[in-house]
């Protein structure tokens, strides 16, 4: 299989070529490579029709072997990554070493996610009557996936959905699409027809999606703004949602820490992936003792940090994704800086047409200011000053997301306290951007609805049905 060319859409087991495609650029150099397919209304109807057919025959499976299916879907990742890993630095730009980490993390999670199990539960057993719990599949799911871990994110969505017995038509993002549709390819003489379908499309193929009456569920990821436009297309048919959101999370960073040892740590969970991460640390609160000297720490690792093609080594940091994202990063640094916020810029980058941004802090700018107030989602990170924990923990929670946050403090009692209080749906504490296929994962408040990952996750690609079992006869 030939990884770098015939980009085509999988319905139902089978190639479909498109009479329109989509460009798609590479963001190291800003020109298009690759054309992918551009799906057409009859081709989503079609692919809905194909997993709407496979649903009766997957859903019969025991759990046992649809977990066998996953488990060779996951290998053939593995056998492949190599391919996979090129492809995904084409088309997202993170370095080549990091972007094969996503695409071995992904097989992982799918054999993870391949060991739960849904067994029936017994709520209740006398005399008169058992009633158990059974979790059925919903049918065919919607999938929508964003272009920062395009790859680890539709395998969060993938692996509980079919497992589960569901069948599935997935989107990625218009600016990613090229690794799906591979993916689906890779798979189609390991699923059955039907139970796996990738349409690629422009910006109109999304709400044709969530508009479509053939789905049972719609799993999005994506931003706040076009979650709640899912939400609300959604509601028409009363479809089940789940829906993992933007955040502009914070780190807080007691007095107490040692500065050089937790300095890498920030750093990475601020900037990993060019800082496009929905729980990279957006917002830096530093206590006024240490706030100098970590400042300046910060500073030096951004000075030596290398931003270029993820393709050549020794880049540490590649290009933003797209050319809006990167015009929106230019015009936010250009504000801060007519606004006389104080920038502290990292390494020179390559000036070449590709969607470079230097590693940029800003300098303990006001909390009203839009690189405070706003996702940045992308390497632009505010260093803010606190000296008191209560104020700290009122300016953290002063915001309309509530995805993750994190405390750094070598009182891990206190710590938890600290966390206790903070509105997000996950803290971590002296540690960042950590998850895993056992643990849930939801976003607070605009950050999201519902659950991925861990049986919480797995049971929202399921209808629960309780039925009620006489003992003796009336
Ligand atoms: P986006 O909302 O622009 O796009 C996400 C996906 O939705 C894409 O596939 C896009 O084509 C599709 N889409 C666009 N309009 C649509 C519509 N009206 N109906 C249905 N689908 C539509 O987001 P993005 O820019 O690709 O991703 C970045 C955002 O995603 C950030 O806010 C980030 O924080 C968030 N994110 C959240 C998580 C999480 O798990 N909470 C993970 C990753 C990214």
Same mark, same amino acid.
């Given at each position: 299989?030939?990884?770098?060319?015939?980009?085509?859409?999988?319905?139902?087991? !089978? =190639?479909?070529?498109? *009479?329109?495609?989509?460009? #798609?650029? @590479?963001? $190291?150099?800003?020109?298009?490579? &690759?054309? /992918?397919?551009?799906?057409?209304?009859?081709?989503?109807?079609?692919?809905?029709?194909?997993?709407?057919?496979?649903?009766?025959?997957? !859903? =019969?499976?025991?759990? *046992?072997?649809?977990?066998? #299916?996953? @488990?060779? $879907?996951?290998?053939?990742?593995? &056998?492949? /990554?190599?391919?996979?890993?090129?492809?995904?630095?084409?088309?997202?730009?993170?370095?080549?070493?990091?972007?094969?980490?996503?695409?071995?993390?992904?097989?992982?999670?799918?054999?993870?996610?391949?060991?739960?199990?849904?067994?029936?539960?017994?709520?209740?057993?006398?005399?008169?009557?058992?009633?158990?719990?059974?979790?059925?599949?919903?049918?065919?799911?919607?999938?929508?996936?964003?272009?920062?871990?395009?790859?680890?994110?539709?395998?969060?969505?993938?692996?509980?959905?079919?497992?589960?017995?569901?069948?599935?038509?997935?989107?990625?993002?218009?600016?990613?699409?090229?690794?799906?549709?591979?993916?689906?390819?890779?798979?189609?003489?390991?699923?059955?027809?039907?139970?796996?379908?990738?349409?690629?499309?422009?910006?109109?193929?999304?709400?044709?999606?969530?508009?479509?009456?053939?789905?049972?569920?719609?799993?999005?990821?994506?931003?706040?703004?076009?979650?709640?436009?899912?939400?609300?297309?959604?509601?028409?048919?009363?479809?089940?949602?789940?829906?993992?959101?933007?955040?502009?999370?914070?780190?807080?960073?007691?007095?107490?820490?040692?500065?050089?040892?937790?300095?890498?740590?920030?750093?990475?969970?601020?900037?990993?992936?060019?800082?496009?991460?929905?729980?990279?640390?957006?917002?830096?609160?530093?206590?006024?003792?240490?706030?100098?000297?970590?400042?300046?720490?910060?500073?030096?690792?951004?000075?030596?940090?290398?931003?270029?093609?993820?393709?050549?080594?020794?880049?540490?940091?590649?290009?933003?994704?797209?050319?809006?994202?990167?015009?929106?990063?230019?015009?936010?640094?250009?504000?801060?800086?007519?606004?006389?916020?104080?920038?502290?810029?990292?390494?020179?980058?390559?000036?070449?047409?590709?969607?470079?941004?230097?590693?940029?802090?800003?300098?303990?700018?006001?909390?009203?200011?839009?690189?405070?107030?706003?996702?940045?989602?992308?390497?632009?990170?505010?260093?803010?000053?606190?000296?008191?924990?209560?104020?700290?923990?009122?300016?953290?929670?002063?915001?309309?997301?509530?995805?993750?946050?994190?405390?750094?403090?070598?009182?891990?009692?206190?710590?938890?306290?600290?966390?206790?209080?903070?509105?997000?749906?996950?803290?971590?504490?002296?540690?960042?951007?950590?998850?895993?296929?056992?643990?849930?994962?939801?976003?607070?408040?605009?950050?999201?609805?519902?659950?991925?990952?861990?049986?919480?996750?797995?049971?929202?690609?399921?209808?629960?049905?309780?039925?009620?079992?006489?003992?003796?006869?009336?």
């Amino acid at each position: 299989m030939d990884f770098f060319s015939d980009y085509t859409l999988t319905i139902g087991g !089978k =190639a479909r070529a498109t *009479a329109r495609s989509l460009d #798609v650029k @590479n963001p $190291a150099t800003g020109q298009p490579f &690759a054309a /992918a397919p551009a799906a057409s209304a009859q081709d989503l109807d079609d692919a809905v029709a194909a997993a709407q057919a496979a649903l009766p025959a997957w !859903k =019969a499976l025991p759990i *046992a072997e649809r977990r066998n #299916v996953i @488990n060779a $879907a996951a290998n053939a990742i593995k &056998a492949n /990554a190599d391919d996979l890993a090129r492809l995904f630095t084409l088309e997202q730009g993170r370095p080549l070493e990091a972007a094969r980490q996503e695409i071995l993390f992904g097989s992982f999670w799918l054999k993870a996610v391949a060991k739960l199990d849904l067994p029936v539960e017994v709520v209740e057993d006398t005399p008169a009557r058992r009633v158990e719990i059974h979790h059925e599949p919903l049918g065919v799911v919607c999938a929508i996936v964003p272009w920062n871990f395009p790859f680890l994110l539709a395998t969060w969505k993938i692996g509980p959905a079919l497992l589960a017995g569901n069948t599935m038509v997935m989107k990625p993002s218009p600016f990613t699409p090229l690794l799906a549709l591979k993916l689906a390819e890779l798979w189609r003489e390991i699923l059955p027809p039907g139970v796996f379908n990738v349409l690629s499309g422009g910006d109109e193929l999304g709400p044709l999606m969530t508009a479509h009456p053939g789905f049972a569920k719609i799993s999005f990821t994506g931003s706040t703004a076009t979650g709640k436009r899912v939400m609300e297309a959604a509601a028409r048919d009363l479809k089940s949602i789940t829906l993992e959101l933007g955040g502009n999370d914070v780190a807080i960073i007691m007095p107490d820490v040692d500065i050089d040892q937790v300095a890498r740590e920030i750093f990475h969970g601020a900037f990993y992936n060019s800082a496009q991460v929905c729980v990279a640390t957006k917002r830096l609160y530093i206590h006024d003792d240490i706030y100098d000297a970590l400042r300046d720490r910060l500073h030096a690792l951004a000075l030596e940090a290398r931003v270029d093609d993820g393709m050549k080594p020794g880049t540490h940091y590649g290009p933003v994704q797209n050319e809006p994202l990167h015009r929106r990063l230019l015009g936010l640094i250009d504000e801060a800086r007519a606004e006389g916020l104080t920038l502290l810029t990292g390494r020179e980058t390559p000036d070449n047409g590709g969607y470079f941004v230097p590693l940029t802090l800003v300098d303990n700018p006001p909390e009203h200011a839009r690189v405070v107030a706003e996702e940045a989602f992308g390497p632009v990170l505010p260093l803010l000053r606190f000296t008191d924990v209560e104020d700290v923990i009122r300016r953290a929670n002063d915001s309309n997301y509530g995805l993750a946050g994190a405390i750094w403090s070598k009182n891990v009692d206190n710590a938890v306290a600290i966390a206790k209080r903070l509105e997000t749906g996950t803290v971590w504490i002296n540690q960042n951007l950590q998850n895993a296929p056992h643990i849930p994962f939801a976003g607070q408040k605009e950050s999201g609805i519902g659950v991925e990952n861990g049986m919480e996750g797995l049971k929202s690609f399921t209808q629960i049905k309780s039925i009620f079992i006489p003992k003796a006869q009336a």
